[in-house]
């Protein structure tokens, strides 16, 4: 009873600090949303007394369908072709010996370790009129000098894609390394077709992988911001771009808080799918993101 | 045996996609050229105008200063975390556990904006501290997860054999425990460190006046500075990265 005692102790010892600073700096904060959507702004970009429904009711802007659904479309292609380059290159990466491996490993982690900010920067210049891409596709006719690479859907596309691939690309490794490759030999020795022991073999076996790459690219190209104000134009905005507008040059917090809280149950919704995916299979309680150092 | 060359032709391409916008990036900081879209000769003058900007110096220090607090901060809160949840299966740490996880997957843009609803919600003044609160808050996730793996492969047997020899909890955890772990949670530390330098979105929404970024700075350099100064930032921030990347490297390879 004692000793019982003394663990339970101990647990909260150290369970506490983690448990309070993340509930206090997460939790309420994520709450605190849905709350301020129900609050009347005040005239210096603060948040009023009472309650309105007001910011509930400009929701119903009629710009707003389309960002939804551009953002919307953006995300699932994104996802889609971060999956398509994904999946070969992982099973690519874990067929080749433990050196090459280390190696494949390492050039796609250290991009995604370099400044978000900066890789994006690379691609406005890359894609810039007088830059060189450009240039070449002028040279070799693909385009006319007057097309413009940037400031529109196409551009933020590529860029999405370039910054969560490798986000695709780290669990279907780690899924793909564990993954028995004496399978597909046997599948064809019984005689398969090469691309049926792939989608009949290979893929279930990866499926944890798979999903984990799913959510780990779709959720963040939902809520990014930073991509298409930089690539994008006026015309590409996303959801992020709204709430970052409505905080920092309308200051209608309340409005951006709205937004935001159609967000979070925007993002909340593919995640509790997985989870529940996730926990019909595979060991109960295992962890979703598979960390890869 | 015949196997297709799509998956490697794939990787190759991919890789290819990866490194090319860098690449570009670091040939044209020293181009002397002002657009990058010729080469005018080789030039070091955008390094020099950009060590004559003092607010760049400024937004670094800012830098340095949160990351070093979130960074020492969240490897402690990282550590307990990680222990705790390794060693307890109980109710509580399964909600510790999705507590710690859901910040990994919540998009940059809505923990900015519920922080900074937080904090004018609250009266907390925006400015540096609120900056190293919200990196504090997600850099604990990232550190648990790395010091959890480590301790999912660590020899549990040194603990007891420790313990069979009379030493106490206090004893064992500092003496044995820490110094074993060290590796992985510097790892922790380090990843901690690199994510506090780069983030710009979280850090925009809870900045205040006078609390300018590295990042903040080098996005409003974007949005209306002059390119080739970027691209030299840009090159010592690469620089400085993957000397970061190969330290960490090495950390992660002494232990195995």
């Known amino acids: ?293 | 045996m015949k196997h297709s060359r799509l998956p490697q032709i794939i990787t190759i391409l991919v890789l290819v996609f990866f490194y090319l916008p860098i690449i570009v990036l670091v040939i044209n900081s020293f181009n002397a050229s002002r657009f990058g879209g010729t080469w005018e000769g080789f030039s070091l003058k955008w390094y020099d105008r950009l060590f004559h900007q003092r607010d760049i110096w400024f937004a670094l220090r800012n830098t340095l200063v949160i990351a070093v607090g979130a960074t020492v901060v969240s490897a402690v809160l990282g550590t307990t975390a990680a222990f705790a949840l390794h060693r307890f299966s109980t109710r509580l740490q399964r909600a510790h556990y999705t507590l710690i996880y859901t910040p990994l997957v919540v998009p940059d843009i809505l923990m900015g904006m519920s922080l900074l609803l937080f904090f004018v919600a609250s009266g907390i003044k925006l400015g540096l501290f609120t900056i190293f609160l919200a990196h504090t808050t997600f850099c604990i996730s990232y550190v648990a997860m790395v010091v959890l793996a480590r301790l999912q492969d660590f020899d549990f047997s040194v603990i007891e054999a420790a313990q069979d020899l009379g030493a106490g909890w206090w004893t064992t955890t500092t003496r044995v425990l820490l110094p074993l772990l060290a590796p992985g949670i510097a790892a922790g530390a380090l990843l901690a460190f690199t994510l506090s330098i780069d983030d710009f979105v979280i850090s925009f929404f809870v900045a205040g006046p006078g609390s300018t970024t590295l990042p903040i700075r080098i996005y409003s350099m974007i949005k209306h500075g002059s390119p080739p100064l970027i691209n030299a930032l840009s090159t010592i921030l690469l620089v400085v990265t993957f000397t970061a990347v190969a330290i960490s490297q090495r950390l992660t390879k002494e232990k195995t």
């Not at chain 1, 999903?211 to 190209?221: G, M, N, S, Y």
Request: charged content about 15%.
């Open chain 1, 1 to 293: 009873m004692k000793v019982n005692r003394k663990r339970k102790l101990h647990e909260w010892f150290i369970t506490l600090p983690s448990f309070s600073w993340l509930t206090v700096l997460f939790v309420i904060p994520t709450l605190i949303i849905f709350v301020i959507t129900f609050k009347p702004s005040d005239p210096y970009g603060g948040i009023g007394d009472g309650w309105t429904l007001n910011t509930l009711i400009s929701l119903g802007n009629p710009n707003y369908p389309a960002i939804i659904w551009r953002t919307l479309w953006l995300s699932v292609v994104t996802t889609l072709v971060s999956i398509l380059l994904a999946v070969p290159m992982g099973y690519f990466m874990a067929r080749v010996s433990a050196k090459w491996q280390q190696l494949l490993l390492l050039l796609v982690v250290v991009p995604f370790w370099t400044s978000f900010l900066v890789r994006i920067f690379a691609w406005k210049v890359l894609l810039h009129p007088e830059g060189p891409l450009k240039q070449l596709l002028v040279l070799l006719s693909l385009a006319t000098p007057d097309t413009s690479l940037l400031y529109n859907s196409g551009a933020i596309l590529l860029v999405l894609v370039y910054t969560y691939l490798p986000f695709a690309i780290l669990p279907i490794y780690a899924a793909a390394e564990k993954f028995d490759f004496r399978l597909i030999e046997a599948a064809r020795d019984l005689g398969a077709h090469q691309l049926r022991a792939f989608f009949s073999i290979f893929l279930p076996g990866i499926r944890r992988g798979l999903l984990t790459a799913i959510l780990v690219v779709f959720i963040p190209a939902l809520g990014s911001y930073v991509i298409p104000d930089i690539v994008g134009g006026p015309h590409s905005e996303m959801i992020g771009n709204k709430i970052a507008q409505r905080t920092f040059v309308d200051r209608n917090l309340p409005h951006a808080s709205g937004l935001s809280a159609f967000l979070t149950l925007a993002v909340l919704a593919p995640l509790a799918a997985v989870l529940m995916l996730q926990k019909k299979k595979g060991p109960a309680g295992g962890p979703l993101i598979e960390e890869d150092a």
